[in-house]
């Protein structure tokens, strides 16, 4: 079946660390987004890619970094510049076209 | 900022119709409004999303009022799996290009028995 996986689906990560974010779709999707929710938030806009090799900054963008090598992958990885890195993190994509997104199950990081 | 207001929270009846209000007075012509839905600690889930016209499948209805200012996103037959947090939310961008998602907090939705 078609769908977004994100693993995985806890992390831990201590304070200073890099940790990366996988996001794999195989919709065959052109755009694809990371967000972040925090408790009782809604989500908020980190990165989106609408092509391979092309990225754009959200309204959160800084702490983070992104790439897009392939249509179906773009990970993001949370350097140790976010000063609060715990949250749930969601991956979407979506076709070319108007449409609905698709979301991913999340990745809850944890800083410890 | 989200361009929606919502309620904060609902309640609705088990088998009752579920009617969730949004007011986007700001929309433009060339806006969409979609509507999600996120139960406890998923990912959102996509529900509809309308134009002008009043739009219907297997999970929702939904109207929108002739000057595009709110609409309403109805479940005929609310169960006990419906209670979630529904986002109402005007797509940034025109019809040809990607636009992106700005969620506000939404309702929260309790479906009791």
């Known amino acids: 079946d078609g769908g977004i996986t994100q693993s995985p689906k806890y992390l831990f990560r201590k304070e200073g660390q890099n940790v990366t974010l996988s996001c794999e779709q195989n919709?065959?999707?052109?755009?694809m987004y990371w967000y972040r929710q925090d408790p009782g938030q809604g989500l908020r806009l980190i990165y989106y890619?609408?092509?391979?090799?092309?990225?754009q900054k959200g309204d959160i963008a800084e702490g983070y970094s992104v790439s897009r090598e392939k249509k179906e992958s773009f990970p993001l990885t949370v350097t140790s510049a976010q000063k609060n890195p715990t949250a749930f993190y969601l991956c979407?994509?979506?076709?070319?076209?108007?449409?609905?997104?698709?979301f991913g199950s999340g990745t809850r990081l944890t800083v410890v | 900022d989200a361009k929606t207001t919502q309620p904060p929270s609902m309640d609705c009846a088990e088998g009752r119709a579920a009617n969730l209000p949004c007011n986007h007075s700001t929309i433009s012509g060339n806006e969409y409004v979609y509507w999600y839905r996120q139960i406890h600690s998923q990912g959102p889930q996509y529900i509809i999303h309308g134009l002008k016209n009043n739009e219907t499948n297997e999970m929702a209805s939904l109207i929108i009022t002739e000057d595009r200012k709110s609409s309403t996103l109805i479940l005929p037959h609310a169960t006990l799996r419906d209670t979630a947090v529904y986002y109402c939310?005007?797509?940034?961008?025109?019809?040809?290009?990607?636009?992106?998602?700005?969620f506000g907090k939404g309702t929260k939705l309790s479906v009791k028995p």
């Open positions: 979407a994509s979506t076709p070319s076209w108007v449409g609905g997104y698709t």
């Open positions: 939310i005007v797509r940034v961008g025109d019809g040809g290009s990607q636009g992106n998602l700005i």
């Open positions: 890619s609408q092509i391979v090799n092309d990225f």
């Open positions: 919709l065959n999707h052109d755009a």
